[in-house]
């Protein structure tokens, strides 16, 4: 029995879970799939660095905006591609997620302005953890909320692909009691496999670890099974192009794996670059910040061509651990903040429209002289997804510390 953790680096493949027994992700991958459509998937992204909600998702309907961005404001919306793309007549899109807005204008994006966490720091480190563990301010809480939904809502038919992550590592938000699969890229996983298995055949066999070497071989047994899916012939839906880099591959790859009905339930991937100190930008051309976000763009509409009709099974979304300050600094950046910007996407989703209480950003209303005012508590928008979209029961198990009250649930799932 391993109790803690097989992490296999290099192999692309990692899980993590108590009480787990060798072998179980090759036996899952063996196992009866579940019906298409029979389980729901909830894809999280985290943005990790603090992405810049305000110039994500513009208030260009705030007058304040302007005054505290002389340089790196988005231009309210006009007939071009250099301004804002409108949402509702107070805020707008960032040019460079120009792909989108058409899906805010079918109805299938939400969007909820002003979230954040209840607590007040501004390390990263310190409110990744918290939004992962989703137990702000506690560092004695070592589960994420994800593997605590995952942990209280067993289900007979479940596969050890229901809790997955597309990095190399499992995130914050999937350590607990519950397995989770850190499946890296599918299409290095695939490769190579004889290869790979023999160098941990050896290296195993050398520190005699005979359980570990067992293991070892049942897992690329199981790459072998993530292969028969062809990970890299995978030909995405007729017109579908996903952007280059490590988010468009990890995306490409999640919609192959919901598409081959293995059974995933949670999923989680992240994209960093989001700490803009200096040279962020605004439009396109302008900056580092326009250019992440068009990636982020394109990836999210590609992932949502891809999926088409199993989009109706789908919710995606998105979180960062802060947003950045209402002013800009003397280096054409932002620093830390406080409140920001969530999507959440879906056929299902009551979308076409920016939900959340505006706080204004005048400097009276700022928080602490200096950022977004928190409006909506980020664990209010994780637990109404969850009961909402994966039809959970007990989200106070999920969230300690925090009574679960439908009425604070901002109706993006109606």
């Known amino acids: 029995m391993v109790s803690r953790r097989v992490f296999m680096k290099d192999g692309g493949v990692a899980v993590l879970g108590l009480s787990m027994v060798p072998g179980f992700v090759y036996r899952a991958a063996m196992a009866a799939r579940p019906k298409p459509g029979s389980r729901k998937t909830l894809v999280t992204i985290f943005q990790r660095g603090g992405v810049d909600g305000l110039n994500v998702v513009v208030p260009f309907g705030d007058k304040a905006y302007y005054e505290h961005r002389s340089s790196i404001a988005v231009p309210e919306p006009k007939a071009d591609r250099t301004s804002a793309l409108d949402l509702d007549g107070f805020f707008g899109l960032n040019p460079a997620m120009a792909p989108l807005h058409p899906l805010f204008k079918r109805g299938e994006l939400a969007i909820i302005h002003a979230t954040g966490s209840p607590?007040?720091?501004?390390?990263?480190?310190?409110?990744?953890?918290?939004?992962e563990s989703a137990?702000?301010?506690?560092k004695t809480i070592r589960d994420g909320w994800l593997n605590r939904y995952v942990h209280a809502n067993q289900h007979p038919e479940a596969t050890s692909f229901r809790a997955v992550t597309m990095?190399?590592?499992?995130?914050?938000a999937l350590e607990g009691g519950a397995p989770a699969l850190a499946l890296g890229n599918l299409m290095a996983a695939g490769a190579d496999v004889e290869q790979r298995q023999t160098m941990y055949e050896s290296m195993y066999d050398q520190d005699n670890s005979t359980l570990l070497s067992g293991t070892s071989k049942e897992m690329y047994e199981a790459i072998k099974q993530l292969k028969e899916a062809s990970p890299d012939k995978y030909t995405p839906a007729e017109g579908v192009r996903y952007p280059g880099g490590v988010f468009g591959t990890n995306l490409r790859n999640l919609?192959?794996?919901i598409k081959a009905?293995?059974?995933?339930?949670v999923a989680f991937v992240d994209i960093g670059g989001w700490d803009t100190h200096a040279n962020q930008g605004s439009i396109p051309g302008t900056g580092v910040l326009p250019q992440r976000l068009g990636q982020f763009a394109q990836a999210i509409a590609a992932f949502r061509a891809d999926l088409d009709k199993r989009m109706d099974d789908v919710v995606l979304l998105t979180m960062s651990e802060f947003g950045r300050t209402a002013r800009e600094n003397g280096n054409g950046g932002t620093d830390h903040g406080k409140a920001n910007v969530m999507f959440v996407l879906g056929?299902?989703?009551?979308?076409?429209?920016?939900?959340?209480?505006?706080?204004?950003?005048?400097?009276?209303?700022?928080?602490?002289d200096r950022d977004l005012k928190m409006t909506t508590d980020f664990r209010d928008v994780f637990a109404e997804v969850l009961v909402g979209h994966l039809g959970c029961e007990n989200p106070d198990v999920v969230f300690p510390g925090l009574t679960t009250d439908k009425r604070r649930f901002r109706g993006v799932l109606g």
């Open 119 to 131: 607590h007040s720091t501004r390390s990263h480190f310190e409110a990744q953890d918290y939004m």
């Open 135 to 138: 137990v702000p301010g506690n």
């Open 167 to 172: 990095g190399q590592v499992v995130p914050r």
């Open 255 to 257: 919609a192959q794996l």
């Open 261 to 265: 009905d293995l059974g995933v339930e």
């Open 347 to 368: 056929s299902g989703v009551k979308g076409g429209q920016v939900y959340g209480d505006w706080p204004g950003l005048d400097r009276e209303h700022l928080n602490e």
